[in-house]
């Protein structure tokens, strides 16, 4: 026979197959395939190449039609490519829309010939490959199918559609001596793949096959995950589907708002079911996901006259079966384990092949399976037997559906429908159900897993009870872990929460990505949360200007912003909005801001609530400051505390910074000005601010500011002014050495001196100082409760002077830190005789000194007999782990 009529015969045979099919479009199964070709009803799926991928979430994805046409194109041959993709997201539709178009002629036509594989009898005996093929093409002779397959195997295009059902037998590789190249050969299903995989048999030939997972791991295999449809592909089949724009537009909406449903519109077999029962009940269409499946089985039952009684034992026999497949991580059951579940009168029956495919032979035969035709289902089936039956307890789950139908199935106005076919739920199951549910709500949301938390809340969420939401998380321990990762269904479920409760305390998003779409479902919470933490994360300029309106019409008080590369249009679009919101504490360090932004800073100053502004770590500079300061010193500022260390400050803003002090109306409490360099002389101006009586400065932080010993008389001018406020002092990490300390500490004995907190740490102080801040300690006129003065490498001898302040009964100090200092074991015992006789010190910081084991037990001993003594830091010292277990004993010491 010619083989150009061969071909010809064979397309026409593959286009009768589909033209002649039987098969009809169910509820479950899904649209017929000959229905979707036909009647033009394909529409393209979303496809990405290597790695799995979310379509709506990821960029990286094209139509399976290029990447089928790619991956097979001309000069490409012997490609074998394994497309992967759930039940119902269009894997064989894809592969049969393929077939009809090369057979119709308009696409790869390169191939000369297109062959099924016909995998239902793959693994059911000893079979040659060209015995499978003549089985798949009965319109070939086994004359004409041999002539085929002697053509160039370059010609040739070969697919298996469905081996998931077979991946017990395809997890181990036969030996390559095993591997066979003579297509009438007869060898096992396993041997025969592979050696067309591996290139033995029909070497160059093409191969495309499908299952649900990648269970082949070759070099020679490509993967392909099937994605299902995106937002624009789901808008352009609803619009095929109802043949009206606004109708289509309004099945997308409701998708989005139903709940538990936008997440599986991915899937092109649920979307065409969803648009199914949108079509039929009009105006009344499901609001759950659990609804949609009472809908769908009651209408299958009322199409079947199953009376409720037996409707009750089907639903349960199902329920039976999908529990059994699950507990043995099985897609397909035997018909004898159908019967075990009860299923036997309904065998045969239309009723049950609503809800399952019959695959290998007729029910008789051995080979026969039954799997479900809706993984959706047959969750759905389980949770509902649940109810149904009394018999066992709630089944365990890992992250499926079947607790979410649990709890949907929980709410009397989800099952209504179903109740009208099987009869009423069990009281007591229903009571077991919300217990089991309580119960887990207050094991899991103390807990640091948040995806234990997601999956909570949508359980809260689809049981759909207020009352459940304020029982369960509002009398439990709710720890605030980040939620960085949420997925749009997750956030629909928290806003959910959130609005029962009326209110969050603190919305921690750490280090997320929000999309708008995540941002809108969100806005319930940002609107109602007392404090949001959005550090290091990203929000796009849509975000941003939902978070805006979130802030000024929520109850938000603080917001932290701070690592998350904002810039100053972010901030120029969150200003307006602020200055008319409840918020009190704004942090922006290290946003990328610049002086472009600080005009719009400024203005959101005058007339807002914000009392606590950081700006550290962004590039303002001194013309920045001069904008941002100006609102400082007006009556409509409430600042009083602002941060803006590491912002490349010079002396030069000291002078507008001192002007904004002295004005009376400012309220500025606390200045951090850390990691700025600013001039020596400017600091006079400063000094003057605080001593005109109108400051009411107390805190201020002059951390490596490159300050010397010749800025010490004006800081000391300060503290002993009368008009003087400050209560908290940093001059730490400055070269202000000896002479520069001592200046400062004659002040700190001054009846007026306020000062309670000072900290100079690593500011070259020697020996002599620490005899003299001994004397200061013992002052009866010393106000001074907090000393940090580490890494000042005094030695015993320096510290012996602040050991014998802490035994004077005038000695204040609660906390003392020592860090690096160079202490050794020779200090210990009269470190230990003056800590117990303080009657003040509650926290001893000795981290990264030279202690060693000697002087672990005198230590743990001190702790242990001052019940006061919070905190006793040992942190970097030279222990071995022999006394690990030792300063175990106590909590109280760290090391």
């Avoid at 490959?129 to 010609?155: D, K, W, Y």
Wanted: net charge negative; charged share 20%; hydrophobic share 40%.
């Amino acid at each position: 026979t010619d083989g150009s009529i061969d071909c010809t015969l064979h397309k026409e045979a593959l286009r009768n197959a589909v033209l002649n099919s039987t098969q009809a479009s169910t509820l479950l199964g899904g649209q017929s395939i000959n229905d979707i070709i036909l009647n033009h009803c394909y529409t393209p799926l979303s496809a990405s190449v290597g790695e799995e991928a979310c379509v709506e979430e990821s960029e990286e994805w094209e139509t399976l039609e290029a990447v089928l046409s790619r991956e097979f194109g001309e000069g490409h041959g012997g490609r074998k490519v394994m497309l992967c993709g759930g039940a119902g997201m269009g894997k064989t539709t894809g592969v049969e829309q393929l077939i009809w178009d090369w057979a119709a002629g308009t696409r790869l036509q390169h191939y000369t010939f297109l062959l099924r594989v016909c995998v239902d009898t793959l693994f059911t005996s000893k079979k040659s490959l060209e015995g499978l093929l003549l089985t798949s093409h009965a319109n070939f002779s086994t004359e004409a199918l041999a002539i085929v397959l002697q053509r160039p195997a370059e010609s040739l295009l070969l697919v298996l559609d469905g081996l998931d059902r077979f991946q017990n037998l395809l997890s181990e590789c036969p030996p390559s001596d095993e591997l066979v190249n003579d297509p009438q050969q007869p060898v096992g299903g396993a041997v025969l793949l592979h050696s067309l995989l591996e290139g033995f048999l029909l070497p160059g030939a093409s191969i495309l096959l499908t299952s649900r997972e990648p269970i082949l791991d070759l070099e020679s295999l490509q993967c392909v995950h099937l994605l299902g449809f995106s937002q624009d592909q789901r808008r352009t089949f609803a619009q095929r589907f109802f043949q009206n724009e606004a109708k289509a537009e309004q099945i997308l909406h409701h998708c989005e708002q139903a709940v538990g449903m936008a997440e599986l519109c991915v899937c092109p077999t649920f979307f065409w079911m969803l648009c199914c029962v949108y079509k039929e009940c009009k105006d009344r269409a499901p609001q759950t996901l659990t609804e949609l499946c009472c809908i769908v089985t009651h209408k299958i039952l009322q199409e079947h006259s199953v009376s409720m009684e037996a409707g009750k034992q089907l639903l349960c026999g199902l329920g039976k079966l999908a529990d059994h497949c699950t507990s043995l991580t099985q897609t397909s059951c035997s018909s004898t384990e159908v019967f075990a579940c009860g299923l036997q009168p309904f065998l045969g029956s239309a009723v049950l092949s609503a809800f399952l495919r019959l695959s290998g032979g007729d029910i008789s035969s051995d080979e026969a399976t039954f799997s479900f035709l809706s993984p959706v289902f047959r969750e759905f089936v389980s949770a509902a037997a649940f109810y149904l039956d009394p018999s066992g307890g709630i089944p365990e789950e890992g992250e499926g559906l079947l607790h979410v139908f649990l709890a949907g199935l929980s709410d009397p106005a989800q099952r209504t429908l179903l109740k009208s076919s099987v009869g009423t739920f069990s009281s007591g199951r229903l009571s077991e159900f919300h217990q089991w549910l309580m119960s887990s709500v207050t094991e899991v949301l103390p807990g640091f897993e948040k995806e234990k938390h997601w999956r909570m809340f949508q359980l809260l969420h689809h049981a759909h009870s207020p009352v459940l939401v304020r029982e369960g998380v509002g009398s439990c321990q709710w720890r605030t872990v980040s939620y960085s990762g949420l997925r749009v269904a997750d956030c629909v479920a928290l806003a959910y929460i959130v609005c029962c409760l009326g209110e969050m305390e603190h919305l921690n998003l750490y280090g997320s990505k929000l999309t708008e779409k995540q941002m809108l479902k969100l806005l319930p919470v940002f609107q109602l949360a007392r404090s949001v933490n959005l550090s290091q994360s990203h929000l796009s300029s849509d975000g941003l200007r939902h978070l805006a309106q979130a802030m000024m019409d929520g109850q938000t008080t603080a917001l932290n912003l701070s690592y998350s590369k904002l810039g100053d249009e972010a901030v120029k679009t969150l200003c307006p909005a602020l200055k008319h919101s409840n918020l009190q504490t704004l942090n922006l360090r290290v946003c990328n801001l610049t002086p472009g932004c600080c005009e719009a800073l400024g203005q959101m100053l005058s007339g807002s609530k914000l009392c606590v502004l950081d700006l550290g770590g962004n590039d303002l500079q001194d013309q920045g400051l001069s904008q941002l300061i100006s609102a400082v010193g007006t009556s409509s500022c409430r600042l009083q505390d602002l941060s803006i260390g590491m912002c490349s400050l010079s002396g030069a803003c000291v002078a507008v910074l001192s002007s904004a002090l002295s004005s009376s109306l400012s309220e500025l409490k606390i200045l951090n000005l850390r990691d700025n360099s600013l001039a020596e002389d400017t600091l006079e101006l400063l000094s003057q601010a605080l001593q005109t009586g109108r400051s009411s400065l107390n805190t201020l932080t002059l951390f490596d500011c490159e300050l010397t010993d010749s800025c010490c008389p004006s800081i000391a001018a300060i503290l002993q002014s009368h008009n003087c406020h400050l209560t908290e002092l940093d001059l730490s990490v400055n070269e202000l050495g000896q002479s520069g300390a001592l200046v400062i500490f004659d002040t700190l004995t001054a009846p007026q001196c306020p000062l309670k907190k000072l900290c100079m740490v690593r500011c070259e102080l020697t020996e002599q100082v620490f005899s003299v801040l001994g004397s200061v300690l013992v002052s009866a006129t010393s106000r001074l409760k907090e000393l940090d003065i580490g890494i000042n490498p005094v030695g015993d001898a320096g510290a012996k002077h602040l050991w014998k302040a802490l035994k004077h009964p005038n000695c204040k100090l609660q906390h003392l830190d020592l860090e690096m200092i160079s202490l050794t074991d020779a200090s210990v015992d009269e470190l230990c005789e003056a800590v117990a006789a303080s009657t003040s010190l509650t926290s001893l910081i000795l981290k990264n000194n030279g202690l060693t084991d000697l002087s672990v037990p005198r230590l743990v001993k001190l702790v242990q007999d001052r019940p006061i003594m919070k905190e006793l830091n040992l942190q970097y010292n030279d222990f071995s782990e022999d006394v690990f277990e030792l300063m175990d004993v106590c909590p109280r010491i760290q090391y």
